[in-house]
């Protein structure tokens, strides 16, 4: 399975991922606070509707409703002994959508952050946190799954966690982080760093990048700074959201248009993304244009960091590959 999805890359050229999956939920009626994998088994015909508004709208790859289905966030909703049962509806819906086109279309398991600190910044232990990864990976992978997707990593035990539940799965795995206002993980991890732990890993995802975050130029600055710091380690992925998140009242609005999505995707494929897509604020109307653009893509040279924010809003801060590489460094001098 990995080489029939990595393949597909290679004969695409590029993959289009979806969109988001909270805030086209909350169109269908969730409400703040909820558990979108309840869904799964009180809307199942709601989460079908999403992901086969994406399959329609050219997407070659959807993820599963499943972002926050391992047993520490699930207990927050008294739903912990569920993991199995949601994360395997999850991927059965998705599965169901993606076989409705006449075309391949690939189920990605999501799954991300545990929501609690792992040691030894936090107090969740690290064994604790690989057996709750495992737990949902294995379920997505019963559920029938192409691949899993761990996605909005900010800290590198986490990351390391995630990696080594996906790697109990026969699945490859994309590992993507989220890249804050300053060029990095809320936990301080440069996007040149993540793939260096990516790199340090027994079993190593076939691609590696950024997702959420901010807006489309940061998600976008840390792809590029990954694949100048790495050419050809691995596939890349950008899957920005859509647009700078804008509060409005006690809501957050991403302010995109379709249009904008689709200079964004024509800009991350240039990065040397092969995978791409949006996330947060993410509808319909932006993936079509998201088709359009990747369809229309003529190779380009890497953007400048000027050219990314002449045409996708302000990059803040992103470090220079040079300094990140020299932390990274002194980052493995001091673990031994
Ligand atoms: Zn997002």
Same mark, same amino acid.
Request: aromatic residues 6%; contains cysteine.
């Given at each position: 399975?990995?080489?029939?999805?990595?393949?597909?890359?290679?004969?695409?050229?590029?993959?289009?991922?979806?969109?988001?999956?909270?805030?086209?939920?909350?169109?269908?009626?969730?409400?703040?606070?909820?558990?979108?994998?309840?869904?799964?088994?009180?809307?199942?015909?709601?989460?079908?509707?999403?992901?086969?508004?994406?399959?329609?709208?050219?997407?070659?790859?959807v993820l599963t409703n499943s972002f926050g289905g391992n047993a520490m966030r699930l207990k927050l909703h008294g739903a912990e002994n569920r993991v199995a049962e949601l994360n395997e509806k999850s991927a059965e819906i998705?599965?169901?959508?993606?076989?409705?086109?006449?075309?391949?279309?690939?189920?990605?398991?999501?799954?991300?952050?545990?929501? =609690?600190?792992?040691?030894?910044?936090?107090?969740?232990?690290? =064994?604790?946190?690989?057996?709750?990864?495992?737990?949902?990976?294995?379920?997505?992978?019963?559920?029938?799954?192409?691949?899993?997707?761990?996605?909005?990593?900010?800290?590198?035990?986490?990351?390391?966690?995630?990696?080594?539940?996906?790697?109990?799965? =026969?699945?490859?795995?994309?590992?993507?982080?989220?890249?804050?206002?300053?060029?990095?993980?809320?936990?301080?991890?440069?996007?040149?760093?993540?793939?260096?732990?990516?790199?340090?890993?027994?079993?190593?995802?076939?691609?590696?990048?950024?997702?959420?975050?901010?807006?489309?130029?940061?998600?976008?600055?840390?792809?590029?700074?990954?694949?100048?710091?790495?050419?050809?380690?691995?596939?890349?992925?950008?899957?920005?959201?859509?647009?700078?998140?804008?509060? =409005?009242?006690?809501?957050?609005?991403?302010?995109?248009?379709?249009?904008?999505?689709?200079?964004?995707?024509?800009?991350?494929?240039?990065?040397?993304?092969?995978?791409?897509?949006?996330?947060?604020?993410?509808?319909?109307?932006?993936?079509?244009?998201?088709?359009?653009?990747?369809?229309?893509?003529?190779?380009?040279?890497?953007?400048?960091?000027?050219?990314?924010?002449?045409?996708?809003?302000?990059?803040?801060?992103?470090?220079?590959?040079?300094?990140?590489?020299?932390?990274?460094?002194?980052?493995?001098?001091?673990?031994?």
């Amino acid at each position: 399975m990995s080489e029939s999805f990595v393949s597909a890359i290679g004969e695409k050229g590029c993959l289009l991922m979806d969109g988001a999956t909270g805030t086209n939920l909350f169109d269908m009626g969730l409400v703040s606070g909820d558990a979108p994998e309840l869904w799964n088994d009180e809307h199942p015909d709601r989460v079908l509707a999403l992901n086969s508004g994406f399959v329609q709208a050219g997407s070659d790859v959807v993820l599963t409703n499943s972002f926050g289905g391992n047993a520490m966030r699930l207990k927050l909703h008294g739903a912990e002994n569920r993991v199995a049962e949601l994360n395997e509806k999850s991927a059965e819906i998705a599965r169901s959508a993606a076989e409705q086109g006449d075309r391949k279309v690939f189920v990605a398991g999501s799954i991300g952050p545990l929501g =609690e600190l792992i040691e030894p910044v936090g107090t969740l232990g690290q =064994e604790e946190a690989i057996k709750a990864f495992t737990e949902q990976a294995l379920a997505l992978e019963r559920g029938g799954c192409d691949l899993l997707w761990i996605e909005t990593i900010s800290s590198q035990e986490e990351l390391i966690a995630a990696a080594t539940g996906a790697a109990s799965t =026969e699945l490859p795995f994309v590992a993507c982080g989220s890249f804050d206002t300053n060029g990095r993980t809320m936990m301080g991890i440069s996007p040149a760093e993540f793939v260096e732990i990516c790199l340090e890993m027994d079993v190593q995802p076939v691609a590696v990048g950024s997702n959420c975050g901010v807006g489309p130029a940061q998600t976008v600055a840390a792809t590029l700074e990954m694949s100048n710091a790495y050419p050809n380690m691995f596939h890349y992925v950008a899957k920005a959201n859509c647009g700078i998140p804008v509060w =409005e009242g006690t809501q957050i609005r991403y302010t995109a248009t379709p249009e904008q999505m689709f200079v964004y995707a024509q800009i991350a494929r240039s990065t040397g993304a092969t995978i791409v897509g949006g996330c947060c604020g993410t509808r319909t109307e932006h993936v079509q244009q998201m088709r359009s653009s990747l369809d229309q893509y003529r190779p380009m040279p890497k953007p400048s960091m000027t050219f990314i924010s002449e045409r996708l809003g302000e990059v803040f801060d992103t470090a220079p590959v040079k300094s990140t590489r020299k932390r990274a460094s002194r980052r493995r001098t001091s673990k031994h």
